[in-house]
Each structure stands twice: as C-alpha cells, then as structure tokens.
C-alpha cells in the first residue's frame, strides 16, 4: 500500500506528516518511535478508524483510496472483549461469518493453543489482567485470519515468557497465510526480532 502527502491535524495541531511511505504487501513492517509520536494515529487512519486527515491511502497501488483490503483486523492497545468467556470472545469473528461448527471450533482451539491459552478460555473475558486481555484479542484476530492486521503495541502489558509465544505466532500467521502485518512498538529488539522492515516516526515525521 502507498501513503500518500498524509496530514493528520488534531484541533490546529499538525501531528503526523507523512509525505511518502510504501508498505510491502505480505510482509511484517514495524512502526516504532516514542510516546507521542503519532504511531497509533497512523495505524487508525491505516485502518480506516479515522477518516479525518488529508492526503491518500492507495492500498491497491493502481488505485488512489479505494476500499482498504476485504478483511482487515485493528488490535488497539487496550482491547475491548465481550462480557463473556475468552472461548467466546475468540470464536466471534468465526461465528458472525456463518462458519460451519465443525470448522468453527477446530480453529478456535488450535488457536488457543498456538498461543497457550488453555488456562483461560473459560474465564469471563472482562476479568482478565490487561496482559491477559492482549492475548485474548490477538487469539480473535488471528482466528479471524485477516489479510491485513493491524497491531498497536500488541505486548506492551505482557510478560517475557508471553511475548515470545505472541511474537512467534504473528511470525507463523505471516508466514502461513501472506498477510500484511504492521506493527506499532517502542520496543526496538522486538521489531528487530520480527519485522522485514523498520519505520521510525518522531513527531508524526518518518525518520530514517
Ligand atoms: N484525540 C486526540 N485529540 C487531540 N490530540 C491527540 C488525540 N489523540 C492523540 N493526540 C495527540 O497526537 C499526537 C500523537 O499521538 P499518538 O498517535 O497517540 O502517539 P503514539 O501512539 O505514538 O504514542 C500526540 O501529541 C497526542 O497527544
Ligand atoms: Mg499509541
């Protein structure tokens, strides 16, 4: 997908400007920077979130802001999960698609456990820790297997032995399925770990 002359004001504030940027199709990109410096706001325009900014957003490069990719799936830092258990929460995106059951529930359960999920997939999803709450939601996208997902800071609340489980699998989701995968962070060993490429941003600008 191509950027294009992006302008992101908030009230008069300029905070993200973005003249040129290309985002490799199937790969993993990293975006990084600082608190601040306009990742997430880049991501929700990239998702579609926020609509309110100038400039386009070509994701078939031949055509300038048609429809972003038929399944997109934007996992925001603090996560909204249902008021139900985590095997729910996780297989809802499978279940408003018309899945058959079958199908349904072996996806569910080899996601739950590719991420090691087993201990709370009867737990009511609102009880969860905030790095509990991260897992979860990750599991849905992945279960969901969006041709393009969108990650903002997917392990920022979550423990060592955690991260490697989650970044190991949204390495095998790339790899296995070829979708686009951005990831925002500020944690620069992860995005060495995992991305094909690096993007840094520092006050809303690229830098290289
Ligand atoms: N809803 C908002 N209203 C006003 N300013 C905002 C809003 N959201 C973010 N900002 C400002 O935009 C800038 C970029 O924010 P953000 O994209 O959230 O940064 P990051 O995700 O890199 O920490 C910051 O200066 C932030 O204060
Ligand atoms: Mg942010």
Known sequence: MFLNNIKKYYNEKLVLVIEMLEIEKGKITG????NGS???????IIGGLDEDYL?????????????????????SQKPYLFKRKV????????KIRNINKADMKKKVNRI??????????????HLLSGGESQ??????????????????EPTSNIDPESIKILEREIVRFNKETGATI?????????SNRIC???????????SS
């Open 31 to 34: 975006i990084i920077g600082p």
């Open 38 to 44: 306009g990742k997430s706001t880049l991501l929700n």
């Open 55 to 75: 400039g386009t957003i070509a994701y078939d490069p031949k055509v300038t802001n048609q429809k972003p990719y038929d399944t997109m799936t934007l996992v």
């Open 87 to 94: 095997y729910e929460n996780i297989e809802y995106p499978l």
């Open 112 to 125: 739950i456990s590719r991420l090691e999920l087993e201990d709370l997939k009867e737990k009511k999803a």
């Open 135 to 152: 897992k979860v939601s990750l599991a849905r996208a992945l279960v969901f297997e969006p041709e393009l997902l969108l990650l903002d």
């Open 182 to 190: 951005i990831i925002v962070t500020h944690n620069l060993e992860q």
């Open 196 to 206: 094909d490429r690096i993007i840094y941003l520092e006050n809303g600008r690229v």
